[in-house]
């Protein structure tokens, strides 16, 4: 809630920043009534057809949406009133997006109203909603953070939560509900529309594709947003402590990136800063690499530069990384299970200890071993609550470190037979948190705002269980294509909390993709010479290929070349 009778104290930049207005696409320049959908063939979900159509008998099916130039202002005729929820983790330009859709409401009909609930999805729940006027919007465009209307993680799904959702809707007379969210908000996102089309409620419901990890992708959705901010500000802090290694020369870094599950962040942050090593989970899987192998692989690295006199380096991790060693995957599965079947003989113990001990007893011998031959703090993390998706909350388990331990005992026993002869000083750290809320770079603050633009025009176009699609992001921002995917279309079955359920496909890096590839080309050369590279500070003013320019991820995929 913006805070009442305090002045906030701004910086100079934001003041600047503030003035800059996102450049939208053409086709939406003239504002919605001067947009009509163009509707595209039937859709199917990427895998489980049968099953994902079952449980969304109603927005299963639904064409894709494309804007084209048409007179569309029947639409806009009538006033609306929509509403917005943040949900998950936050991701540079959030705010944006409420701009751009409370813009595109304005545009459309002076008398529109915009409501934003407050805390994340529990905020609908609750019934916590407050107005989103012009003037409030005024002091956070172009800023990071969620913090007009905060974020949660909490998951609208059992038949309660439903209900109350619905009737806060109705009562607030809310023709649409915009949904900014990653994979599991936006699967959220289609359930509560599929529920209200059940229930016969014509209010419809808009996704908007956000996370940092850069894993709500696909073929019709090319970027979440925030990844391009986010992979920036990492890339900064890597770059400087690159350039401090290399000054020093005493010191291994060792560095967690967030990104959850895929590794997107840490190859983006890789081909920006080109460090001695990255570690790319998806690539472990599918080597099917034990930990042991992932560390031999560092041990050999570490010892190969300190033949050449360099005791020093950088290495990226994954924060995903410990989710892809099959022996750990295995383990984290069957303790996700164990976890969600035992959830009230667990809640009745008081310590972790007690904990761990009730969950080793009920796990196979093999995973029972290997989760008793981790560090004592490491498995405790292991057991941490899982969020109310089901996801281990990776951000809290400290792989860099287990690492460190593992190479420290390998290199002492090579030291002892002779074969190694340098020095291991390691710093370990982690950078999550510090990229979320950064100031949008001016590609996220066009991308968010153009996202929430269209997803006022998708809700004046009664379009429900869609997710706001902008495409030909490599292009300048004002030839950017926008319109709608329908959400069924990018899901499949997984298992969570112990079930199988219907969710939007993860996107891990593709081995076979060029940004992975470039990474093969070029990893052998950074790990022995110090081709370091220092990207310096996001850049909001001066020359466009400075500030404008997107990730090398995206202009991979897009078929570019990169110098
Ligand atoms: P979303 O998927 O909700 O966008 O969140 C992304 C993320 O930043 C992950 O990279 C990270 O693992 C997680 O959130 C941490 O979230 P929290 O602070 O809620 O534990």
């Known amino acids: 809630m913006p805070v009442k009778n305090v002045k906030r104290a701004v910086s100079q930049l934001q003041i600047a ?18 947009v009509k959908a163009k509707a595209g063939k ?27 130039k048409g007179n569309n202002a029947a639409a806009c005729k009538k006033a609306v009133r929509v509403g917005v929820v943040l949900s998950g983790g936050q991701a540079p330009g959030g705010h944006n997006v409420i701009a751009g859709l409370l813009d595109g409401l304005k545009k459309a009909n002076s008398k529109n109203k915009l409501f934003g609930f407050l805390g994340g999805p529990s905020g609908i729940v609750d019934n916590k909603l407050m107005e989103i006027t012009p003037a409030i919007m005024k002091d956070y465009r172009n800023t990071g953070g969620f913090d007009l209307i905060q974020s949660g993680r909490t998951k609208i799904e059992t038949p309660e939560q439903l209900a109350a959702a619905k009737n806060n809707l109705i009562a607030n007379k809310l023709d649409a509900l915009v949904v900014v969210g990653g994979d599991d908000s936006n699967t959220n996102a289609c359930v509560i529309a599929e529920y209200l089309k059940q229930q016969g409620v014509d209010i419809s419901v808009i996704g908007v594709p956000k996370t940092i990890d850069g894993d709500l992708k696909n073929k019709q959705i090319e970027a979440s947003f925030g990844f391009d901010t986010a992979t920036k500000i990492y890339s900064e802090l890597v770059g400087n402590i690159e350039r401090d290694v290399n000054s020093a020369r005493k010191y291994w870094h060792f560095i967690r990136l967030m990104g959850r599950s895929a590794s997107h962040i840490a190859l983006e942050v890789a081909f920006k800063t080109q460090p001695n090593a990255v570690l790319i989970g998806e690539e472990v899987l599918a080597k099917k690499m034990t930990l042991g192998q992932v560390v031999d692989g560092l041990v050999q690295l570490i010892a190969k530069r300190a033949k050449a006199g360099k005791n020093f380096g950088v290495v990226l991790v994954p924060e995903g990384l410990i989710e892809f060693i ?3 995957k295995e383990l984290i599965s069957a303790l996700n299970d164990s976890l969600a079947d035992n959830e009230a003989a667990l809640a009745k113990l008081n310590t972790l200890a007690e904990k761990k001990e009730f969950v080793l007893s009920k796990l196979p011998k093999k995973l029972a071993d290997l989760m008793r031959s981790l560090p004592s703090g490491i498995a405790s993390q292991l057991m941490l609550d899982r969020d109310p998706h089901g996801n281990v909350q990776v951000s809290l388990i400290e792989t860099e470190k287990l690492l460190v331990e593992m190479i420290k005992t390998r290199l002492a026993e090579l030291k002892k037979s002779g074969k190694y002869g340098g020095k291991f000083a390691t710093i370990t750290h982690f950078f999550g948190y510090e990229g979320r809320c950064g100031q949008p770079s001016t590609f996220d603050a066009n991308y968010t705002y153009a996202l929430g633009y269209n997803a006022a025009v998708l809700a004046l176009n009664k379009c429900s269980g869609y997710l706001s ?15 709608g995917i329908p959400l069924t279309m990018m899901m499949n079955i997984e298992r969570r909390k112990g079930k199988e359920k219907p969710v939007i496909k993860k996107a891990l890096v593709e081995l076979k993709g060029e940004p992975f590839k470039h990474l093969v080309k ?10 370091y590279v220092f990207p310096g500070p996001i850049q909001f003013f001066g020359p466009s290929e400075v500030t404008d320019v997107t990730t090398v991820t995206l202009q991979l995929e897009q078929g570019k070349k990169i110098k």
């Open 326 to 328: 099959p022996e750990m």
């Open 42 to 68: 039937a859709t199917k979900s990427v895998a489980d057809q049968a099953t994902v159509k079952k449980i969304f008998p109603n927005t299963y099916g639904l064409p894709e949406i494309t804007f084209i």
């Open 469 to 483: 699609s902008v495409r030909k992001l490599t292009k300048k921002a004002q030839d950017w294509e926008v319109g």
């Open 522 to 531: 070029n990893r052998a050369v950074w790990a022995e010479q110090d081709v």
């Open 17 to 34: 920043r503030a003035k800059f207005q996102p450049v939208l696409p053409n086709i939406l320049k003239k504002g919605p009534a001067a």
